[in-house]
T-cell receptor
Framework: NAGVTQTPKFQVLKTGQSMTLQCAQD?????MSWYRQDPGMGLRLIHY???????DQGEVPNGYNVSRSTTEDFPLRLLSAAPSQTSVYFC??????????????????FGPGTRLTVL | AQKVTQAQTEISVVEKEDVTLDCVYE???????LFWYKQPPSGELVFLIR??????QNEISGRYSWNFQKSTSSFNFTITASQVVDSAVYFC???????????????FGQGTELSVKP
C-alpha cells in the first residue's frame, strides 16, 4: 500500500492564481480530511469528508473548495490564492469500526504534506 | 466547544532526563478520542497513541507513557530517559464521536517543540 499520497510536494503561486492539491489513499478509508499547519498554531482542519459525495467544513474553510467523487481521492482547490494561504497542507484518511456502544474512530494516516507559498 | 491546549510551547532537556508534555482538552461529548502525534524535523506526522474516553487506563510503551485523567481533562505524555531522536514537535489531538460522524475531524493543540540535547 502507498498509504496517503499528496502532490505536489512544493508549489509557488502568485496572488489570484488557482490550483488543486491532490490527495489519494489506497486503504479504502471512509474518512478524509485536509489540514493546514502554520507556525505556532498546530494543524487546523479545512474540510473533511465522511464518505464519497459527503463533505463538510472544518475550522478554516474560506478560500478552499473540496469534493469527493470517489473513496480514494479528495482534492483541495484554492479558488484565488492569497498570501494568507501560504502554509503546509496535510491530507489525512482514517476509518471507524463497530464497537460495543457505537463506533470507534481510529487514528488518521497523514500524507507527506504540500508546502505552498503564495507571493 | 472543542479545544485542545498544549501550554508548553518549547521544552529543552538534556539527554536521559525525563520529560512530560501536558495536554488539556475541552469537549461536551461523553464519547471522544484523544491522540498524540510526533512530527520530527523531516516533517511527517507519526501516530503515537489513541485513547478512548471510556478507557482511563494509563499506557506504557517502552520509554513512552500516557496519563489520562478525565477528572482534570488531561492527557499527558511522558518520555523517560529522553534521547536526541526524541527531538520533535508533539501534538495532542481530540476527536468527538457525537452524532454527526466526526471520524474525519481532529482538533489539534498548538504543539510542543521538544529539544533533547546530548
Amino acid at each position: 500500500n502507498a498509504g496517503v499520497t499528496q502532490t505536489p510536494k512544493f508549489q509557488v503561486l502568485k496572488t489570484g492564481q488557482s490550483m488543486t492539491l491532490q490527495c489519494a489513499q489506497d486503504m479504502n478509508h471512509e474518512y478524509m480530511s485536509w489540514y493546514r499547519q502554520d507556525p505556532g498554531m498546530g494543524l487546523r482542519l479545512i474540510h473533511y469528508s465522511v464518505g464519497a459525495g459527503i463533505t463538510d467544513q472544518g475550522e478554516v474553510p474560506n478560500g478552499y473548495n473540496v469534493s469527493r467523487s470517489t473513496t480514494e481521492d479528495f482534492p483541495l482547490r484554492l479558488l484565488s490564492a492569497a498570501p494568507s494561504q501560504t502554509s503546509v497542507y496535510f491530507c489525512a484518511s482514517s476509518y471507524s469500526q463497530s464497537l460495543a456502544g457505537g463506533r470507534g474512530y481510529n487514528e488518521q494516516f497523514f500524507g507527506p504534506g504540500t508546502r505552498l507559498t503564495v507571493l | 466547544a472543542q479545544k485542545v491546549t498544549q501550554a508548553q510551547t518549547e521544552i529543552s532537556v538534556v539527554e536521559k532526563e525525563d520529560v512530560t508534555l501536558d495536554c488539556v482538552y475541552e469537549t461536551r461529548d461523553t464519547t471522544y478520542y484523544l491522540f498524540w502525534y510526533k512530527q520530527p524535523p523531516s516533517g511527517e506526522l507519526v501516530f503515537l497513541i489513541r485513547r478512548n474516553s471510556f478507557d482511563e487506563q494509563n499506557e506504557i510503551s517502552g520509554r513512552y507513557s500516557w496519563n489520562f485523567q478525565k477528572s482534570t481533562s488531561s492527557f499527558n505524555f511522558t518520555i523517560t530517559a529522553s534521547q536526541v531522536v526524541d527531538s520533535a514537535v508533539y501534538f495532542c489531538a481530540l476527536s468527538e464521536a457525537g452524532i454527526y460522524n466526526q471520524g474525519g475531524k481532529l482538533i489539534f493543540g498548538q504543539g510542543t517543540e521538544l529539544s533533547v540535547k546530548p
